[in-house]
């Protein structure tokens, strides 16, 4: 991460600055009096250096400095060097004193300081110091000195009592700097090497600083203290650059080296041989060489010949970890799944692994330096396109494509990963891109998903078939009916036939169900035989197929009744264990055909089927009918009634009607039962025994009877107000209990209207108690605790049970109007309903007679004690808007006719 700005070194500033002190300090020795020169040129340089070394120090001390040891260390530098070109300003030595002094004592002391700012740069990057490094500083220490040792005498002879200092020791320490550069710019890393090569040219500078110093103390000359002076603020400035560039303590790259860097063995080699060159052409130039020369050069080989070996046993050691890692990564990639393939920029194929197990594998060798595409099926060619050129490398969007394999088939492949290759070369100019990125190969990690390929056909093809008989199933035929219907948008006709079998129940009942199993897979291998390539047969279960046919409603009908006449006849029940083998059925099917058309849906098309097929079965076995010729069938009727039911309320087409209740011993009316009407604007007015189930079975009989609560309390309410004394009966379904929302409904419609509980009768079916007695109980006694009154209505309807008398909070029974027939003549009859009317006295509950329609039915009702009655001879239903007048004008004498004899008595 990138330091704070607070830490940034202010490099153009400084380097500005030392720019105009080095042309300063280089015009003073030439345009300046000597006298002044050998004052103001020390000065200046030690001030420009005091003042470079503040600034290094308090860049240290900032926030986000980076390195801030190596920093600190520059600035005491600094310090001593500017110290040391005070004394000589203050002295007036002059830039190149021609005698040693007190300045070069402080001047001396950097040196170990160089030393130690190159170790805080090594330990900087993260590396030691190994018996390597020492031997290529040893190296180079020794051949600067035998190079300075030569070639300086020859440049500048030393003067007779020359100081030895300032010719000797100065070079030697060009020397040592000069080395330490060396060595720091060959073991340091990549991440490192700009620093490292900004302070090798500021020791050079240096070096160049003292050698001219040292030439210039044997020969005096204006120029050398020019150049001593540009030379000076030059290794100023480098070094501040060396600073600046470092990056800092932690850095990756240098952290762990992989290789043994090349550098130091390189310039160990130069040097040495350098120097072993320059002393062979000095003596055959006629150059004696020194014992000294002769020792330091021979010292010189040896610490090579020591490098070369250290450098070949670290060579031998990388190479056995290179060869052991190869060994595990060729392992790991070959045993993997996954089929890794490297290519070139050119898309051609430079290393494989995994390339695939078995005969029709490719080798590796058979496929290097071929391009992919080769092997790659012309239709997937595209798509391998797109993925190599994928913005989102790392996502190649789950394609996949086919390789040729060895033996000339397909094998397809997913790519799971697609990723640039840095190691292999840029593309050139003007390579189309596909198979490189940013001038780079690729590597692709691919999966053989055959297997898995294999598996998902099979899964779909299990998903979409009949287990039994092999055939398409449901799903797979509502998929062919969608796509049939999209044809049939497009101008293709297309038609659906149901088929059911007729008889096949006494084959399960009588042969069993494996009996059963083995009809139905005969059935469908006569279908499979029957119809044509282009037709879809399949089971939609049980004993039910479909066939789904390519063309116009007579082509369909006319497959229909071939179909019929194939599977008519006698079918001999395959044997079975435990099963009679000589028993034949009389199997046959019935076949619905309708047409299908695109704007209706596939449910839509399947029920115009279904009700053709009914209409077909109804018309008797091994019978065709199309679903026009079904239309106005009791199916079709209902049909239409089930479609038009949900909008009726909202139409207005639902009303209600009340037929009175008479008292025989009040001689007056003196309840209602309210009645539901449909009023179709189509068939007419439809019974309640007819809509009713229908609203049961569709889930609309809450919504409806809750409306008609609503209804009837609000009209009833009406009728108190105005002083009539009248109960309210209104029927409930066994559905609206089951739904636990009656209790909640009740209470709003009596709190919307106004009216009593106790005016409330609510009349349930017998029938409701043989299924959820438990909640029946609940429902029934929490409306009977609120004050209304529970009837039970149809007694004697199949249900009767007189246990439910005894624990049921009933208050009124309403026999059915079965009970009443024959009752004038039948003993039987007459005695039954004597039964029930005794029983409601005993146990306190009301009877009412329902469907009295004859003044003998009434007559014979009045003997048997029947207080409460209800008929078309009392009161016929009638609409709100005359219900008060029915109930004002009763005529009473209806009760008072000739009694007759009931049951004979």
């Known amino acids: 991460m990138a330091p704070p700005a607070t830490g940034t070194w202010p490099r153009t500033t400084v380097l500005v600055a030392l720019a105009a002190v080095a042309a300063g300090l280089a015009a003073l020795p030439v345009l300046a009096p000597a006298g002044l020169s050998r004052h103001?040129?020390?000065?200046?340089?030690?001030?420009?250096?005091?003042?470079?070394?503040?600034?290094?120090?308090?860049?240290?001390?900032?926030?986000?400095?980076?390195?801030?040891?190596?920093?600190?260390?520059?600035?005491?530098?600094?310090?001593?060097?500017?110290?040391?070109?005070?004394?000589?300003?203050?002295?007036?030595?002059?830039?190149?004193?021609?005698?040693?002094?007190?300045?070069?004592?402080?001047?001396?002391?950097?040196?170990?300081?160089?030393?130690?700012?190159?170790?805080?740069?090594a330990r900087a990057a993260g590396g030691r110091a190994s018996l390597q490094v020492a031997l290529d500083g040893a190296v180079a220490l020794i051949a600067l000195g035998v190079l300075v040792e030569v070639v300086l005498p020859a440049v500048a002879p030393r003067a007779a009592g020359a100081d030895r200092l300032l010719t000797s020791g100065y070079p030697a320490a060009s020397a040592v700097l000069v080395a330490v550069g060396l060595v720091t710019l060959a073991s340091v890393g990549p991440a490192r090497r700009r620093a490292a090569g900004w302070l090798l040219l500021a020791l050079g500078a240096l070096a160049v600083t003292l050698t001219s110093g040292s030439i210039a103390a044997a020969e005096p000359a204006a120029g050398w203290d020019a150049l001593t002076a540009v030379a000076y603020v030059a290794g100023l400035a480098a070094t501040t650059l060396a600073l600046d560039a470092d990056p800092g303590p932690g850095t990756d790259e240098d952290a762990d080296p992989v290789v043994t860097p090349l550098a130091g063995v390189l310039v160990s080699y130069c040097l040495a041989f350098g120097v072993?060159?320059?002393?062979?052409?000095?003596?055959?130039?006629?150059?004696?060489?020194?014992?000294?020369?002769?020792?330091?050069?021979?010292?010189?080989?040896?610490?090579?010949?020591?490098?070369?070996?250290?450098?070949?046993?670290?060579?031998?050691?990388?190479t056995r970890q290179v060869l052991r890692a190869e060994a595990y990564f060729r392992t790991l990639v070959h045993s993997a799944a996954d089929i890794t393939i490297v290519l070139d920029q050119r898309g051609a194929i430079t290393w494989a692994s995994g390339a695939g197990k078995g005969p029709a594998a490719w080798a590796a060798r058979d496929l290097e330096g071929r391009p992919l595409l080769d092997f790659v099926h012309p239709e997937d060619r595209a798509d391998l396109v797109r993925v190599l050129a994928a913005a989102d490398l790392d996502d190649p969007s789950g394609r996949s494509f086919r390789l040729r394999t060895r033996d000339g088939g397909w094998r397809p492949f997913e790519p799971v990963r697609v990723i640039p290759s840095e190691a292999l070369h840029a593309a050139p100019e003007g390579a189309p891109r596909g198979a490189a990125r940013g001038g780079n190969g690729l590597v692709l990690h691919l999966r053989d998903v055959d297997d898995r390929r294999s598996v998902e056909l099979e899964l779909e093809r299990l998903a979409y078939t009949d287990y039994l008989t092999g055939l398409p199933n449901r799903a797979r035929l509502m998929a062919a009916l969608a796509g049939a219907r999209s044809r049939a948008a497009a101008g293709e006709a297309g038609c659906l036939l149901l088929l059911d079998l007729d008889g096949f129940k006494a084959v399960n009942d009588v042969a069993g169900h494996e009996a059963g199993d083995l009809l139905l897979i005969e059935v469908a291998d006569r279908l499979r035989a029957t119809v044509r390539d282009r037709d879809l047969v399949g089971r939609l279960g049980g004993d039910e197929f479909a066939v789904v046919v390519r063309g116009g409603l007579s082509e369909a009908t006319a497959l229909a009744e071939r179909v019929v006449t194939e599977l008519a006849g006698v079918h001999r029940a395959v044997p079975t264990p435990g099963a009679d083998p000589d028993l034949v059925f009389d199997v046959s099917c019935s076949i619905g055909v309708t047409a299908l058309d695109p704007v209706d849906e596939v449910a839509v098309t399947i029920r115009s089927a279904d009700l053709a097929l009914r209409a077909a079965k109804a018309a008797g076995k091994g019978c065709v009918r199309r679903h026009g010729e079904a239309a106005d069938s009791a199916t079709g009727r209902r049909t239409r009634l089930a479609r038009d039911l949900p909008d009726a309320l909202a139409r207005g087409e639902l009303r209600l009607e009340y037929q009175p209740v008479v008292g025989t011993v009040e001689r007056r009316v003196l309840g209602v039962e309210a009645l539901l009407r449909w009023d179709h604007p189509v068939l007419g007015p439809v019974p309640p025994a007819e809509f009713v189930p229908l609203a049961e079975d569709d889930g609309l009989i809450v919504p409806l009877q809750r409306w008609v609560l609503e209804q009837a309390t609000a009209e009833l309410a009406g009728l108190l107000r105005q002083g009539r004394d009248l109960q309210l009966g209104v029927n409930i379904s066994v559905r609206h209990l089951q739904s636990g929302s009656l209790v909640p409904d009740v209470a709003a419609a009596l709190a919307r209207s106004g009216l009593p509980p106790r005016r409330l009768m609510l009349e349930v079916a017998e029938s409701l108690f043989l299924g959820q007695p438990d909640r029946a109980d609940g429902?029934?006694?929490?409306?009977?605790?609120?004050?209304?009154?529970?009837?039970?209505?149809?007694?004697?309807?199949?249900?009767?049970?007189?246990?439910?008398?005894?624990?049921?909070?009933?208050?009124?029974?309403?026999?059915?109007?079965?009970?009443?027939?024959?009752?004038?003549?039948?003993?039987?009859?007459?005695?039954?309903?004597?039964?029930?009317?005794?029983?409601?006295?005993?146990?306190?509950?009301?009877?009412?007679?329902?469907?009295?329609?004859?003044?003998?039915?009434?007559?014979?009702?009045?003997?048997?004690?029947?207080?409460?009655?209800?008929?078309?001879?009392l009161g016929r239903p009638v609409g709100p808007e005359g219900l008060a007048a029915v109930i004002d004008s009763f005529d009473a004498t209806l009760l008072d006719g000739e009694p007759a004899a009931a049951g004979g008595r």
């Open 779 to 873: 429902d029934l006694q929490t409306l009977h605790d609120m004050g209304c009154v529970i009837s039970l209505d149809d007694f004697g309807r199949g249900y009767s049970t007189f246990a439910h008398l005894t624990r049921l909070p009933v208050d009124v029974l309403k026999m059915d109007r079965e009970f009443l027939a024959g009752i004038e003549a039948d003993e039987r009859s007459a005695a039954l309903v004597h039964t029930v009317i005794e029983l409601g006295r005993r146990l306190s509950i009301d009877v009412v007679a329902e469907g009295v329609e004859t003044p003998g039915e009434l007559a014979a009702l009045q003997v048997l004690g029947c207080r409460y009655l209800q008929g078309h001879l």
């Open 40 to 121: 103001a040129g020390p000065l200046l340089a030690g001030a420009t250096t005091l003042i470079v070394g503040v600034l290094v120090h308090r860049h240290s001390r900032r926030p986000g400095a980076v390195s801030p040891g190596v920093w600190r260390t520059f600035a005491v530098i600094t310090a001593l060097v500017g110290a040391g070109q005070l004394i000589r300003g203050v002295t007036g030595a002059g830039v190149n004193p021609q005698t040693g002094g007190p300045a070069d004592v402080a001047l001396a002391a950097t040196a170990p300081l160089a030393l130690v700012l190159w170790y805080l740069l």
């Open 276 to 318: 072993v060159l320059l002393l062979l052409a000095g003596w055959a130039g006629g150059r004696p060489i020194s014992v000294l020369e002769a020792v330091a050069t021979g010292v010189l080989l040896a610490a090579t010949l020591a490098r070369t070996l250290l450098w070949a046993a670290d060579a031998t050691r990388l």
